[in-house]
């Protein structure tokens, strides 16, 4: 184990999956966690994060000294590393020039921390305030022509820091110096697996839940799969899983849920499936406008599930497929309400529990989806792509009806066959297709057809904040427009949607 101190730095998470990256396990703790807990957790190493405070601020988040005396291994991280001069009596001053950015490091490579990395690398700098003296017995092992401590360190008290991020990945060899660090430093061995990983947060979980009765709200995406099996796999029968099929599931994928996780399954847990389909669409009858139909989705969303609670009656645990970039996000301030993403899956208000459990909350995207392959999940779950929780509800412009959504779901189920079979999936962030309000005229055979035109969109992303429309060969768009028209019903024209994001969104609505 590896354990990040955060002092409020942004990347903090991202210390630590470099970190798990290297088959290391790493946690993040906050800068208030106590000398002697860390003396139970035991660590291999500690990384001190970035922050944006200045070490001379009276709010400054700061430690005890007796952290760098336990004789474990110490990387002190920006703030981190301007913390660790400032305990130890270096000299820590608000540089002349900031840096920011891509910056020109040279690096002494006779450094442990720096064994084969280049002498002169490209690292990400991102800092007002700088060590302009290391601590007395200390080495500058990384300058730039502004910063005269880039690195330091003193090998003999296994104490080492660097004023750059080498967790970003403009550090072009940050990867190897963290490897350094938690292989060659603390001496990890790099054997630890996602297998490690499930193993400890089922035990972790049994621990919590003892015999208490959990409840989870499956919606069939990779999280709250996850995070279901995990919950199976420690406690069983205590867990119930209830599923609503709103209606605005994409074709077929309430029986796919329903036959990996009903009793037909392979885990052991409590099935319910809701077919709530009728309710929902008779409650989005007439409405058009989107942000109306969001929360109509959402509020019938956590009406059904209370209802199925009750009739389960309290239960001690409820259980959320949260991730990781969810609490970033949750976390992040003002800005402008696009779309209200997070309406569905939001808590409800009338189901008795004492507790909420969320055994995915430090794993990035990715890394949930090499958790549910190590618990045997089959690929076809694990590997989805990002579905919204309201559903096609939102890939239908305007009304919502049962035909449409039919309509959608046949055009999807096509365009999703022949992007596989093609082969061009990977590399796309999400793909579907979207059913819009706008009917023309066509012809087909000797008559004059006036139907629906279905908008096709695939995307190419990061993380969702921005995308761009994904090149689809010709040829296979040209397929999907054939056999969209020729076998469903109800569309005679086929557009594929070239906008990106901004100043698009990625769904229609
Ligand atoms: P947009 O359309 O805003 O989508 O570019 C960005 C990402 O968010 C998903 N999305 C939603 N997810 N509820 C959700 O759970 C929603 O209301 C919602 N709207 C958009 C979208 O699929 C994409 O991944």
């Known amino acids: 184990l590896v354990i990040v101190l955060d002092f409020g730095g942004q990347y903090n998470q991202l210390i630590a999956r470099r970190v798990r990256e290297c088959n290391v396990y790493c946690e993040v703790h906050p800068y208030t966690i106590s000398l002697d807990k860390i003396r139970e957790l035991n660590p291999k190493g500690i990384i001190f994060t970035g922050g944006p405070n200045s070490v001379y601020g009276e709010e400054s988040p700061r430690y005890e000294k007796a952290v ?39 690096v002494d490579s006779s450094s442990v921390l720096f064994d084969g990395v280049s002498e002169s690398t490209i690292c990400w700098m991102s ?101 279901a099996v995990l919950l199976s796999k420690a406690v069983g029968k205590q867990l119930t899983c209830v599923f609503v099929d709103h209606g605005l599931l994409r074709k077929d994928e309430g029986d796919e849920v329903e036959s990996v996780f009903g009793p037909e399954g392979p885990y052991d847990l409590n099935f319910i499936r809701v077919n709530a389909q009728e309710r929902f669409y008779e409650k989005l009858a007439g409405v058009t406008e989107p942000e109306a139909k969001r929360k109509i989705i959402g509020e019938e969303f956590i009406r ?75 690929e076809y779950l694990v590997s989805r792509q990002p579905f919204p929780g309201p559903g096609l509800g939102i890939r239908i412009i305007g009304e919502v009806t049962a035909d449409k959504v039919k309509i959608v779901q046949d055009a999807d189920a096509i365009y999703r066959e022949e992007i596989a079979k093609a082969g061009v999936d990977k590399g796309l962030g999400q793909y579907f297709a979207a059913l819009t309000n706008m009917r023309s005229v066509g012809v087909m055979g000797d008559f004059r057809t006036y139907d629906y035109a279905v908008a096709l969109r695939a995307v190419t992303t990061s993380d969702f904040m921005t995308a761009e429309a994904a090149e689809i060969p010709w040829e ?32 229609f609505e």
């Open 476 to 507: 296979v768009l040209n397929r999907c427009m054939n056999r969209i028209i020729n076998e469903v019903k109800g569309v005679n024209r086929v557009v594929y949607d070239l906008t990106s994001k901004p100043p698009g969104t990625i769904e």
């Open 304 to 378: 059904v599930f209370e209802e199925e609670a009750k009739k389960i009656g309290a239960v001690d645990f409820l259980v959320q497929g949260t991730i990781y970039p969810d609490v970033i996000e949750s976390g992040l301030g003002k800005s402008a309400v696009i779309k209200s993403h997070h309406n569905v899956g939001g808590l409800p208000e009338h189901v008795e529990f004492k507790e909420i459990v969320e055994p995915l909350r430090l794993l990035f995207k990715d890394e949930v989806r090499r958790a549910g392959r190590e618990l045997g999940i089959p």
């Open 127 to 227: 800092h007002t305030d700088y060590i302009a003296e290391a601590p007395e017995g200390f080495k500058v092992s990384a300058t730039t022509p502004v910063c005269p401590v880039a690195a330091m360190e003193c090998p003999d008290r296994k104490l080492y820091a660097t004023q750059f991020h080498p967790e970003v990945m403009h550090t072009q060899e940050g990867t190897k110096m963290l490897s350094n660090f938690v292989y060659n430093v603390c001496g990890c061995k790099g054997d630890w697996k996602m297998d490690s990983f499930v193993e400890k947060t089922v035990s972790e979980i049994r621990e919590k839940v003892g015999d208490g009765k959990v409840l989870c709200a499956l919606s069939g995406g990779v999280d709250s799969s996850v995070a």
């Open 68 to 106: 760098l005396e336990l004789g474990i291994p110490v990387l002190g991280i920006c703030y981190g590393s301007q913390l660790m001069a400032y305990l130890l009596e270096g000299k820590v001053e608000t540089a002349p020039v900031s840096e920011y950015g891509k910056t020109e490091v040279k």
